[in-house]
Structures are given as C-alpha cells and as structure tokens.
C-alpha cells in the first residue's frame, strides 16, 4: 500500500502562486509515476500533471502548461506542484495520486488539498 498527503493549499489573489507537496509513504518502492488531479465545483475531476518516479518524464495539461511545473524529491518521497500565474478557474480540490505502472489507474489518492483564486 502507498499513503499519500497533500499539503499547501490555500487562498491565493489571481496572478498569484502557490506551490502544493504530495508526501509518499509505504511501499514507495512500487511506485511507477505521481500525479497531480484537480476537481473544480460542478466539474469533472481532471488531470493536471504527472511525473515519472525514476526518471522524471513530465506530462502536463495543456490548461496549465506554461504556469504549473511538477517535480520530486525521491530522498523525500515528495511529489510537487509549483503554481504560477493562478487564475480563478484554477479553484479546485488538489488531488495527488500515484500508480504502479504504465497502464494501470491511479490506485493510491490522497485527500485532497483546497486551491481557492480569487479575482
């Protein structure tokens, strides 16, 4: 199993930046990419970015490309997500998630971190 917490959301003005961390525990070794999911209200939840655990290959929405940049900390077990240029159609809840293998579902999510942008 991999546990997963989410941390660093908040209220930010727009054009602002926010930096959001994913801590892994558990059978991190299994771990074959994370990712960052964003839920907005009345939305789907939607992907925002992902990131290879060994290698850091990146892949990002295009919505979001440009403005977000994820990265990892292995020594850490961390997962983030830096956010720049915060519109409010950004307003979401922050989901990290992690998966196995090229393939597989997300099995492992975290909780869930708030991103609010006011205009």
């Known amino acids: 199993q991999v546990q997963l917490v989410e941390s660093g959301g908040g209220l930010v003005q727009a054009g602002g930046s926010l930096r959001l961390s994913c801590a892994a525990s558990?059978?991190?070794?299994?771990?074959?990419?994370m990712a960052w999911f964003r839920q907005g209200p009345g939305k789907e939840r939607e992907f925002v970015a992902s990131?290879?655990?060994?290698?850091?290959?990146?892949i990002y929405a295009g919505s979001v490309k440009g403005r977000f940049t994820i990265s990892r900390d292995n020594a850490k077990n961390t997962v983030y997500l830096q956010m720049n240029s915060l519109n409010p159609e950004d307003t979401a809840v922050y989901f990290c998630?992690?998966?196995?293998?090229?393939?597989?579902?997300?099995?492992?999510w975290g909780q869930g971190t708030q991103v609010t942008v006011s205009s």
């Open positions: 998630a992690a998966r196995r293998g090229i393939g597989l579902g997300y099995a492992y």
């Open positions: 558990g059978r991190t070794f299994s771990i074959y990419d």
């Open positions: 990131i290879r655990w060994s290698a850091g290959n990146t």
